[in-house]
């Protein structure tokens, strides 16, 4: 399999497992909690497999996105871009590599909902970690199409 096939691969599956139905059952909340690991998981497997794809022209020894995205990361258009992109907290990078660290925590990332006192009407509740890994799935997306144009022009 290609870099470029297996990045689509890992995509896919992230959108399948959060698209999985939770249920209605005392298990439900693990279930949807343990979708948006996986999916996170299966993300950080694809942003790897992203930066073999577009640095496969530079031949690297190592494709750790730590390493990469880092300051002493090589000097590739490619990674300078997603550096750029990864330093803006607001960025669906920068979103994403905050998450990615907190799913290496103890802690973990995903979150039990809070449920919401009766007669209270809840304003400004932040929108569920699945619906947030939609989001930067979409923006991530679009920036890879433009990063593999990029990358095949070398």
Request: charged share 30%; aromatic share 4%; net charge negative.
């Amino acid at each position: 399999m290609t870099p470029r096939a297996r990045t689509n691969q890992l995509l896919y599956q992230a959108e399948l497992i959060l698209d999985v139905a939770f249920g209605d059952d005392e298990h439900a909340e693990a279930r949807r909690m343990a979708s948006e690991e996986a999916a996170l998981a299966l993300i950080e497997l694809a942003l790897e497999s992203l930066l073999r794809e577009v640095t496969e022209h530079a031949r690297l020894e190592r494709n750790d996105w730590r390493e990469l995205l880092g300051s002493e990361g090589a000097g590739i258009a490619e990674l300078h871009r997603l550096r750029e992109l990864a330093a803006r907290p607001e960025s669906w990078l920068g979103w994403l590599l905050q998450r990615i660290e907190a799913l290496h925590d103890s802690a973990g990332v995903a979150r039990r909902r809070s449920p919401s006192p009766s007669g209270l009407i809840a304003v400004g509740s932040s929108a569920a970690l699945g619906d947030e890994l939609r989001d930067c799935l979409r923006e991530a997306k679009r920036e890879i199409a433009a990063l593999r144009e990029t990358s095949e022009e070398w």
